[in-house]
């Protein structure tokens, strides 16, 4: 090289140059844009196209935020000390309820953890739970819970491979909303949201993403895109077995039509809604196959099925190898029996005339109409008695217990105003053996008649 | 959105009377000093040299040339804005224009909305301008010694301290500069920004807070250990508001002095409260809390029950006291009529604020529940003024921050170098902005969140005793004569802790963010006042240091 001119070392070294930019290109060159943020696939040198093919990308992982890119790098290495600080800065801010700032330090945490799940759990759950219980205006309540499920939904954009933000979301929707102590005006709200200023029609569209008109259907589309991701990338979920996290679709039913009849709708809507359960609960749930030692099974057996597996069975002297012996064990985790046979019960005409009943009964007497109390009560539990002999099974649920001794507590305390006495437990009436044999949940079951008698 | 701290008005004559104590104390024993050890190296003459020189220092402060400090203040803006400072508004306007990242979602609450622009653009400002005149103070002066381009500024007929105070103000000229535009972009930014629906928001109440004390549930003034009646907690960790039970005789009482109806919009008197509700029970959950106002005359003893409200928490309860206690008669036609409890009718003017004070009863009326408050969290809101008042008063605030930086900046180049007098700057700054409140802690005997918690073994020896010996903070320790040889030592470290915590000047009162951005009007005698006394009280002696410093430099070290 030494005696190569001035001239000539620069020609070779410019040639170096250009013969070094052709593996160059062909290996780092970027991918081109596709749709919502991403690449667009098979785009882009080898090394893009490795990136994609072994999902080492952040794209990967869901939708960037170039926010939270750009954060991370000018931190340079200080990104835990920056965290950290922001998580002790959103606790005080808490204490101090200071809730403008806090939902401001959520969202720099967020930049600069967006896949770290446990982020988005706790403060979607501290949104919609901690921060929602210290407002006194229900609306206001409804607000930020509303708010932790954005939360929930913006974590899932970043996350698309994490199931449980897809569970936390429909949880949300359904347990928040339809179960807490706000519960009637938290479903009154979903359907007609109470910031009219923001959404003049009543619809907030960040949360009802899916545009069903209830909580739980929304929370049911959830579940399902849940259970979709699970199986599409093969991604488990650590937030509970997988028979439980896979039965939420039909527990969403179950727990639509629960919350009709809560709200004493029990016409054709209500018997409707636990058709759709059974449904659900036994020809789609019940037929997934689950892996267990043995293999795959599935819960809901035809007697054909139940006769052949009982031979098979038969054969198997070890217990924990018999088939039948490993369905009755997932059953038993979810409950399976009891809920079939509640949604089969409760989708049957008589037993939703049997709950208008009881229904109508308690309102009635909270009319002071005790004449029509009592005989709407008697109407009821003598329906009621009849379904129970068609599915003894239901005599041992909690529900059905507590729904009967109270419904005979405002039955009798009728009798007691009317006919100044109540029927002693040598005579006959409705559910006799229900009300005798479950006497020691009397103390419990006269308070929540108490709790009732004071609505 | 109301405010998390007690705003208390600043009394700036016991103020600027222990201010001038310290600095005549700091200054005798300094000229003592000095006088003592001119004495033993000259003798008489060198006291008497000692004297001469004393009297150039007034001589020169006195003989103070406005036109020479003039002539460096405009020569040192020229060579600050020559040295790229200007470059500070690009980062502004990238700043702002990704705003969007820092920011939640546009579709918030309307109040926190605007609370999380205005707090976003005032923060920015103070971040962004700090850092220019930090690094043009504290480098103006070394660099011009290390050029030797203040030679020919000593050799001119100018005294050192004009050297200072050109150079102060030429740095808070540039620093003003930058303010102003910087203030004047955030502010359209915010007016562009906030909705047209939300622009009510943007305002500057102005309120008149009251002395607040409370009743117990009993209404006694005092509780059964005589002491002053108090609240109750119901076990919030920070215990800046207390509770009244409902249904109770328990009563919050605010005494607002010197109100008169002239004062007030269209003679409205208007009350806005911020309480908070604590439920012991669901309650009617569908309705909030109610409480209650009785207006009573302290002197005549007036008392004048209005109709109640519902606490709407973690928002601004506006109460308009004649609307709401408007009744309509048998015609239709609305007439208020304040009547007091022996249901003669009252005139606001003359029977409840002819005498200048006004007491306001707060009771909570829902059963079983309580209503939270401390002294801020109830007003009475005179007329607003403009959304650009309290925010050019904010900027003030920042205003008078970046003075004491410039004022320390120059001082410690005067002394030092470049490197060294910005690291001494920023110290000063970064303790003085995030160390205060753990000062405050440490050399308060109560625990700053919950006054009724007493601090306990905070010295050193103290609490090198408590941790191997596994004595909590909640008990006393043995009273043994080790004991107290131990807290005297640490009473005088806490004492030299307290002394250093008035060494750094508190930086977080200069940020009125929350005055702005709850669209509160930045008051004079709570914040204003005790800022611009803050600046004067540590730049003069600063500025008197800085003199002294550069008068005794040896210019020729570098």
């Known amino acids: 090289m030494n005696n190569l001119t001035s001239f000539q070392r620069k020609l070779v070294y410019i040639t170096g140059i250009l013969i ?359 109407r009821g539990l003598t329906k009621y008695e009849a379904m129970l002999k068609l599915y003894p099974d239901l005599k041992d649920d909690d529900n059905t217990i507590e729904e009967i001794m109270v419904a005979q507590l405002f039955w009798r305390d009728c009798l007691r105003i009317v006919e100044g006495a109540e029927p002693s437990d040598d005579e006959d009436f409705p559910l006799k053996d229900v009300w005798i044999s479950h006497q020691n949940r009397k103390p419990q079951m006269v308070e929540e008649f108490q709790r009732r008698q004071r609505r | 959105m109301s405010l998390s701290f007690d705003p208390k008005p600043f009394d700036i004559v016991a103020g600027f009377t222990q201010w001038g104590v310290v600095c005549l104390v700091v200054a005798g024993i300094g000229w003592a000093v000095a006088a003592l050890l001119m004495f033993l190296q000259g003798g008489a003459p060198g006291l008497a040299r000692l004297v001469d020189q004393t009297l150039d220092v007034f001589r020169d402060f006195v003989q103070t040339s406005p036109r020479r400090v003039w002539a460096l203040t405009v020569h040192t803006f020229r060579e600050a804005s020559r040295r790229r400072v200007l470059w500070v508004f690009a980062v502004f306007a990238v700043l702002f224009m990704f705003a969007g990242w820092f920011m939640p979602e546009m579709k918030q609450d309307p109040e926190m909305a605007v609370k999380n622009y205005v707090s976003f653009v005032l923060r920015t400002i103070s971040w962004l301008t700090v850092p220019v005149v930090l690094l043009l103070a504290c480098w103006g002066l070394p660099e011009d010694i290390r050029a030797r381009s203040l030679h020919t500024v000593v050799t001119k007929p100018v005294r050192r301290h004009e050297i200072i105070l050109g150079r102060i103000f030429g740095f808070l000229g540039i620093g003003l500069a930058i303010l102003v535009i910087v203030g004047a972009v955030g502010h359209i930014w915010i007016l562009r920004q906030v909705p047209a629906g939300y622009s009510a928001n943007l305002a500057a109440r102005v309120p008149v807070f009251g002395e607040l004390r409370y009743l117990t549930r009993e209404g006694a003034t005092e509780d059964e250990n005589s002491n002053q009646a108090t609240g109750v907690n119901v076990g919030d960790e920070v215990m800046f508001r207390q509770f009244v039970e409902g249904n109770t005789k328990a009563r919050a009482i605010w005494r607002v002095k010197g109100i008169n109806i002239n004062q007030l919009a269209s003679g409205q008197l208007i009350f806005e409260s911020a309480f908070q509700s604590f439920r012991t029970h669901k309650g009617k959950i569908d309705q909030e809390l109610l409480g209650q106002y009785t207006l009573v005359n302290p002197k005549s003893g007036v008392r004048v029950p209005l109709q109640p409200f519902f606490n709407r928490e973690f928002r601004r309860n506006t109460y308009n006291v004649l609307d709401r206690n408007a009744r309509k008669n048998a015609a239709g036609d609305s007439s208020v009529e304040l009547k007091d409890e022996q249901g003669r009718v009252i005139d606001l003017g003359k029977d409840l604020l002819s005498d200048g004070e006004l007491d306001v009863e707060v009771a909570c009326l829902s059963p079983g529940q309580f209503l939270g408050m401390a002294r801020p969290d109830l007003f009475i809101r005179l007329p607003d003024r403009s959304f650009f008042t309290s925010y050019s008063k904010g900027l003030f605030s920042i205003f008078l921050m970046l003075t004491m930086i410039v004022v320390l900046g120059v001082t410690s180049g005067c002394f030092l170098k470049g490197p060294v007098a910005t690291m001494l700057t920023l110290f000063v700054f970064l303790v003085g902005r995030w160390a205060h409140a753990f000062f405050e802690q440490i050399t308060s005997d109560k625990f700053v969140d919950n006054p009724k918690i007493q601090m306990r073994g905070r010295g050193l020896f103290e609490s090198l005793y408590r941790l191997p010996t596994h004595i909590s903070p909640q008990i006393d320790v043995e009273d043994t004569t080790t004991q107290r040889i131990i807290k005297a030592v640490d009473n005088v470290e806490l004492n030299a802790l307290w002394g250093v915590k008035h060494l750094f000047p508190d930086f977080t009162q200069f940020d009125t963010t929350p005055y702005v951005a709850n669209s509160f009007d930045v008051p004079w005698a709570e914040a204003l006042l005790p800022n611009l006394a803050t600046t004067i009280g540590f730049c003069v002696p600063w500025i008197i240091v800085g003199y002294f410093a550069l008068k005794s430099r040896e210019l020729e070290a570098k």
Request: aromatic letters at 14%; one cysteine or more.
């Open chain 1, 20 to 378: 070094l930019l052709i593996p160059i290109t062909w290996l780092g060159m970027p991918p081109e844009p596709g749709a919502d943020n991403r690449v667009k696939p098979g785009s882009g040198g080898k090394l893009s196209q490795l990136r994609q093919s072994e999902e080492l990308g952040e794209t990967s992982l869901g939708n960037v935020d170039p926010t939270s890119s750009t954060m991370n790098l000018l931190l340079l290495g200080f990104r835990g000390i920056a965290t950290s600080s922001l998580w002790m800065e959103a606790q005080d801010q808490q204490k101090r309820k200071e809730w403008a700032e806090l939902d401001s330090t959520i969202k720099s945490i967020v930049l600069l953890q967006p896949h770290f799940l446990k982020v988005w759990h706790f403060q979607g759950w501290n949104l919609a739970y901690n921060v929602s219980a210290e407002w006194d205006a229900v609306a206001d309540r409804y607000y930020w819970v509303k708010r932790g499920v954005k939360f929930y939904i913006e974590g899932k954009d970043r996350n698309e491979k994490f199931p449980e933000l897809y569970w936390f979301t429909g949880d949300t929707l359904g347990k928040k909303i339809g179960r807490a102590d706000e519960w009637k005006e938290f479903r009154q709200f979903f359907r007609s949201d109470p910031d009219k200023e923001q959404y003049p029609n009543g619809i907030d569209p960040d949360v009802k993403q899916y545009g069903k008109e209830d909580n739980y259907l929304e929370a049911r589309e959830w579940f399902l895109k849940a259970n979709e991701v699970v199986q599409t990338y093969k991604n488990r979920q650590h937030i509970m077995a997988e028979p439980l996290f896979r039965f939420y679709p039909a527990r969403a039913l179950i727990d639509y039509a629960m919350a009709l009849q809560r709200e004493g709708k029990f016409g054709e809507e209500s018997r409707a809604s636990w058709e759709d359960a059974f449904h659900e609960w036994a020809e789609v749930y019940g037929r997934q196959e689950f892996e267990c030692p043995i293999g795959t099974i599935h819960m809901e057996l035809q007697e054909d099925e139940v006769a052949e597996w009982q031979a098979k069975d038969a054969e198997e002297p070890q217990e924990v190898r018999r088939y039948l012996n490993w369905v009755a064990r997932y059953q038993d985790m979810c409950n399976y029996r009891y809920w079939r046979s509640r949604c089969k019960i409760e989708g049957e005409r008589d037993m939703a005339d049997a709950h208008r009943d009881l229904f109508d009964g308690e309102e009635a007497y909270r009319k002071a109409d005790f004449d029509t109390a009592i005989e709407t009560y008697k």
